[in-house]
């Protein structure tokens, strides 16, 4: 039986608010802070809500959805040569059964990983370095030009929601250089003869500060502060933001992860989350400006790479297995999946 949810910061949402973000790029502060108030308190109500205004190119996101199709149409013995498990900073396909958030359920999708392309030979790490591009004519260059639009994006939104928190705009931004940012390409096939409960992704919240989701087709679903799961309709020109486990940290609180899952899909879909996070040694602990006596610190620090890679070993097959051989050990500290937002306030972990 599942347990009674408790109260959370986020209201009883019924629909994701929605937010036009073009005033971040004004030049003028006043327009800033105004968009950023507005960014705010929509991630604060729900932790998910939708942007507009963001200024990505259509063209650009055209091309990524022509190669993210044009990929995943490929024969699976194609698509192998490119696994994971293959790469040193975990880029590349990632099939069907891979990815387990829940044990013993299976998620029904597949996904091609792409990271921020660390190309140093110094300073890498467990999932920060080159990546795996496959040879399919076209794919890096229009993946890679969505990921740097979409990461552009993401510095703008690290500077609204410092805003919105009173803080100097640079506040988490400078935190933000050559950080393990992910680009997922995740393809949802659909069978109508499939099992009707199977989850094309299991309830999760998601590990780094937010996430910036261009999705096809519905089956999104997030958990709102009453515990009920609400779907979340595709908006014409808007982006899906959701807050993560690491802006809750740094937010001490003030926006709180939110889990979210992907239903049986009713026809084929594609989603393109990107993961932002902060650098890979940045420890991860609430701001210091927003401490005083009446709001003491309600989380421990964690380091930001460490915090990341941990829920990664604890997610993923190929991982899993050398985890299991002693060839690999979780970093000192690691927590649990599933270890912030509504799920660990109503004590389910």
Known sequence: MAPTPRNTPHSAF????????????????????????ALGHAASQAGFLYVTGHGIDPRVIHRLKTRAAEYFAQPLERKL????GLSSNHSGYVPEGEEQFVEG????????????DYLRPEGRRPMLGANRWPTLPGFKEDIKAYYDAVFSL??????????????????ISQRVNHPPSQ????????????????PGIGAHTDYECFTILLPTAPGLEVLNGAGQWIDVPL???????????????????????TAHRV?????????????????YDTVIEPIAQLLDPAAPSRYEPVNC??????????????????LATGELSLPTGAKGLSSFGRAAIAGEV
């Open 14 to 37: 019924q629909r994701l608010p929605l937010v036009d973000i073009r005033g971040l790029f004004s030049a003028s502060l006043a327009d800033r802070a105004e968009a950023a108030a």
């Open 81 to 84: 040569q490119d696994y994971i």
């Open 105 to 116: 359920s299976i998620d029904h999708k597949e996904a091609f990983d792409v990271g921020f």
């Open 154 to 171: 993401s510095m703008t939104l690290f500077k609204g929601f410092a805003l919105a928190l009173g803080l100097p705009e640079n506040a």
């Open 183 to 198: 680009l997922r390409l995740i393809h949802y096939p659909f069978s109508p003869d499939g099992v009707q409960d199977r």
């Open 235 to 257: 908006v014409e020109g808007a982006f899906v933001i959701n807050i993560g486990d690491m802006m809750e940290v740094l937010s001490n609180g003030t926006y709180i992860a």
């Open 263 to 279: 239903r049986k899909v009713g026809e084929e879909r594609y989603a393109f989350p990107m993961f932002c996070a902060c650098d």
């Open 305 to 322: 790479g460490d915090h990341l890679y941990a829920q990664t070993l604890q997610t993923f097959r190929y991982l899993k297995q050398r």
